[in-house]
């Protein structure tokens, strides 16, 4: 359970918090958007005093239905802004949400992230992998049926669980063959899923443990959580939290959030009740 960032070990055995910094417009939650260099820094400094373990950063909205910024800006929004953090904060860990293996190429190569977390698994870049291995930098391995624009158009799984741990096994194969050894993976709330496979999945994230691989929870203010409640992402900070807690009880090892100082709280509690963790001896 430890990542190898640039030969510093994330141990993983106790759970981490991954703050989010979107630099674009399009975020589905307006609290997560840092459009300026002032804006940027700020906010990288205060999650990193809340305690966040890295930081992600994203040029490209991935909400349903959005439509895609273009190669070229997405490129030069997110290189400006890990240049912006690393410059600032040295030892800062930052990963880069994209897609697209040339942003992440230089993202890493020119601008300092550590860590590639790939939304769609490298389903949409068919570069992506072979870029992953080259680099020799920990992969986020998400799932994602579709695209953005399409994935929740009746989204359908015969077991929802079952079909992703699948579509995983093959493509964690095919990168450890080929030598890439630091991977994480996410099931990719509301990406291809509907609220009853969103919750179906959260039941079950124990049995994802199959990969025995770290799993990252991304459930922070998604629709899953503020449609039942049946209030706004800017109001869905509790519910959020609550299921934090659930993710942490199933095993996860990284929270993606907007908020740093509540997740690091439930992971607090979490710690006082479980100082050893959960132990998954089967996947349940």
């Given at each position: 359970m430890f990542i190898n960032v640039?030969?510093?070990?994330?141990?993983?055995s106790h759970p981490?918090?991954?703050?989010?910094?979107?630099?674009?417009?399009?975020s589905f939650y307006k609290g997560s958007r840092f459009m300026s260099d002032d804006q940027v820094i700020t906010v990288a400094g205060e999650m990193l005093d809340e305690g966040a373990d890295i930081l992600d950063i994203g040029?490209?909205?991935t909400r349903p239905g959005a439509v895609p910024v273009s190669e070229e800006e997405e490129m030069k929004k997110v290189c400006r802004a890990v240049?912006?953090?690393?410059?600032?904060?040295?030892?800062?860990?930052?990963?880069?949400?994209?897609?697209?293996?040339?942003?992440?190429?230089a993202a890493v190569r020119d601008a300092g992230a550590d860590i590639i977390n790939d939304i769609s698994g490298g389903e949409m870049d068919a570069d992506m992998f072979p870029l992953v291995t080259a680099l020799n930098v920990p992969y986020i391995m998400m799932h994602m049926r579709g695209t953005p624009q399409t994935m929740q158009l009746n989204p359908h799984y015969d077991d929802v669980v079952a079909d992703i741990l699948m579509w995983f096994g093959e493509r964690i194969t095919r990168l450890q063959q080929a030598g890439v050894k630091d991977i994480m993976i996410d099931p990719g709330f509301g990406f291809g899923k509907n609220a009853?496979?969103?919750?179906?999945?959260?039941?079950?994230?124990g049995e994802f443990h199959a990969a025995r691989l770290p799993i990252?929870?991304?459930?922070?203010r998604k629709s899953m959580i503020w449609r039942t409640l049946g209030v706004t992402p800017d109001e869905s900070l509790t519910g959020t939290v609550a299921l934090h807690m659930t993710a942490l009880m199933k095993g996860a090892s990284l929270?993606?959030?907007?908020?740093?100082?509540?997740?690091?709280?439930?992971?607090?509690?979490?710690?006082?009740?479980?100082?050893?963790?959960i132990?998954?001896?089967?996947?349940s």
């Open positions: 640039k030969g510093r070990l994330l141990d993983l981490r918090v991954m703050g989010i910094i979107n630099v674009t417009e399009d040029g490209c909205s240049e912006l953090v690393r410059k600032e904060y040295h030892d800062a860990v930052i990963s880069v949400d994209t897609f697209r293996s040339s942003v992440a190429g009853e496979h969103n919750f179906e999945m959260l039941r079950r994230l990252i929870a991304g459930l922070s929270l993606r959030v907007h908020d740093v100082r509540e997740a690091k709280e439930v992971i607090t509690l979490f710690e006082k009740i479980y100082p050893e963790g132990l998954f001896d089967h996947y």
